[in-house]
């Protein structure tokens, strides 16, 4: 049994040979240049962390996937598992006397528990920039804009962006169980408008929430669908969700509006998202290559009350779909 | 965007019978040489489609890794297998239910002198679910066909399995005790070609659903 064992790595993790190197460090280092043009700089966090750090405002999904280990004095550290967790302590804590806004980049892996067998890996190659201390649209169009650049400059041209704000869709869940809540937010998150008729008639939702919440699946589109989704806003936290969505898209180019597709229903991301976020799709690719959003609550952790937005793209993801001349 | 068909994954046997009649109402049907044939991908005759005959188990997996656009699925198998795809649309056919059997006068849901219950099922995260929410402990035996067997032989005590008529079972001996789930075919779609490709999914959403409609209401 242990010989056959070390000829081969563990499910999940691989051997990256030298055209699988050549391609990640050609990715990375069209991103850096990228980064530093918008004035990031690049941090490294450490390998492993406190496992707080990725529990505390990572959510149940990132909890559940930590890859942990004992430390020699008994604490549970965990592999990295997200940078923008790391990002956040870095800081609110060694770079809190920093002047902000602070941009801040990265590349590196990340390492995570996954099921066998649908293809998904153990440890991964990501790149992604934080910029913190600014609350405002622009800040959102900033990453925004440099997801966009940067997938242009790989040479990539088929990719969509769907963008959405968490807070259209909190006040629908508003005062639900957490199990009610969870239902809903995966009926939502599939777009299941059988399971969303069904939950909001087993809940005696309010009518306008009903009506919000059978439509959500249909708000996706390209602008005029904020239109449409004002009429359905319940409250004024979902009236600022779409204000801010309006806002970004008044600051995009038309080029890039291109690449932007509005979803009311987008609800994937990571447990500290606060306001914009989205996900990255390119064709070729069965899986969202990247996600960002707004994590304004996140550095509060730390003590330091900062808004800040980010996004991260899967390097290995990006490296298998480069233009063959390009690689 | 690209012009191409899109690829649905649909699951080898009556449910893809049903699933293809469903198409045939939107104009895009098989022609008939092609239903007959052993092809791996039969295009539809308008172009708008190209159907992957799969099992269907293997269904979401064709789905959530992007090799088929969309397909048609039990919510069974979705229950069971929990892909990370879109589930827009309860398709209506295909209805079924999971369920807990037993030969007649098997106790439920404990068994005399605290004897842990053995439970054979092609299920097994979902029945795990199931009797874990019940705060029902079981050992679980994955077997993957004839399941109806399994307390006959001696296997287990009880079975989850999927129930049509209930025919099999009564043929075995066995009755129903509980319900776990019930189930109808849903279509299914990919995250990332509902984003890439989002017109075309939303035309062949609302399509499926005004063609379901027409059924419902009675049109031919």
């Not at chain 1, 899986?287 to 996140?298: E, I, Q, T």
């Not at chain 2, 068909?5 to 293809?20: H, I, S, Y």
């Not at chain 2, 006068?105 to 874990?132: C, D, I, M, W």
Request: net charge negative; with cysteine; aromatic share 6%.
């Amino acid at each position: 049994m242990q010989s056959t064992r070390i000829f081969h790595v563990p499910p999940g993790s691989q051997d990256l040979l030298p055209d699988d190197v050549r391609r990640r460090r050609r990715i990375q280092r069209a991103w850096f240049e990228l980064a530093e043009e918008h004035g990031y700089e690049e941090v490294i966090p450490p390998t492993f962390e406190y496992e707080e750090v990725f529990t505390r405002g990572g959510g149940e999904g990132l909890s559940a996937r930590l890859i942990r280990f004992l430390d020699r004095d008994g604490r549970v550290v965990a592999l990295r598992a997200d940078f923008t967790s790391s990002l956040a302590r870095m800081a609110a804590t060694r770079l809190v006397d920093a002047p902000l806004p602070l941009r801040l980049s990265y590349a590196g892996k990340v390492y995570r528990q996954e099921a066998e067998g649908v293809g998904r890996r153990r440890e991964a190659f990501q790149l992604g920039a934080e910029l913190i201390g600014h609350p405002g649209p622009e800040a959102d169009v900033e990453v925004l804009r440099m997801a966009v650049a940067f997938l242009r400059r790989l040479g990539i041209r088929d990719f969509q962006i769907n963008l959405g704000d968490i807070r259209f869709i909190r006040p629908l869940l508003a005062g639900l169980g957490p199990r009610e809540a969870e239902r809903l937010r995966e009926a939502i998150d599939r777009k299941d408008r059988a399971a969303l008729a069904d939950g909001a008639r087993e809940l005696g939702a309010p009518a306008a929430v009903a009506r919000a919440l059978v439509e959500l699946p249909e708000l996706i589109g390209r602008g005029e669908v904020l239109l449409r989704a004002r009429s359905l806003a319940s409250g004024a936290e979902a009236e600022e969700a779409i204000e801010r969505l309006r806002a970004v898209d008044a600051l995009l180019t038309p080029e890039e509006r291109e690449h932007v597709v509005y979803d009311l229903g987008e609800i994937r991301g990571l447990g500290y998202y606060t306001g914009v976020q989205f996900e990255v799709f390119v064709a070729g690719a069965g899986r969202a290559v990247g996600f960002g959003g707004r994590y304004d609550d996140l550095l509060r952790l730390y003590g330091a009350d900062r808004p800040a937005v980010g996004f991260a793209l899967e390097t290995d993801a990006l490296a298998e779909l480069l233009p063959a001349e390009a690689s | 965007m690209t012009g191409a068909p899109l690829r649905v994954a649909l699951p080898k046997g009556r449910m893809m019978e049903e699933a293809l009649r469903l198409f045939e109402r939107l104009g895009s049907g098989i022609a008939p040489e092609d239903r007959e044939s052993r092809r791996l991908i039969l295009p539809s005759a308008d172009g708008r489609f190209e159907f992957l005959p799969v099992k269907n188990v293997d269904v979401p997996v064709y789905v959530e890794t992007g090799v088929a656009d969309a397909g048609v699925v039990g919510l069974d198998v979705l229950l069971e297998r929990g892909p990370d795809v879109l589930h827009p649309l309860d398709l209506g056919f295909g209805g079924c239910r999971l369920a807990v059997a037993a030969p007649e006068g098997t106790p439920y849901p404990h068994l005399p002198g605290g004897v842990t219950p053995r439970v054979a099922s092609k299920y097994p995260e979902t029945a795990r679910r199931f009797f874990a929410e019940r705060g029902l402990q079981v050992d679980l035996v994955h077997i993957s066909g004839s399941v109806e067997i399994a307390p006959l032989l001696g296997l287990a005590h009880w079975i989850v399995d999927l129930v049509q008529t209930g025919r099999t079972l009564a043929e075995n001996g066995l009755v129903v005790l509980d319900e776990v789930a019930p189930s109808t075919a849903r279509l299914i779609v990919n995250r990332a070609s509902h984003k890439l490709r989002l017109e075309e999914h939303q035309r062949l959403i609302s399509q499926l659903e005004e063609a379901l409609e027409g059924a419902a209401s009675g049109a031919p």
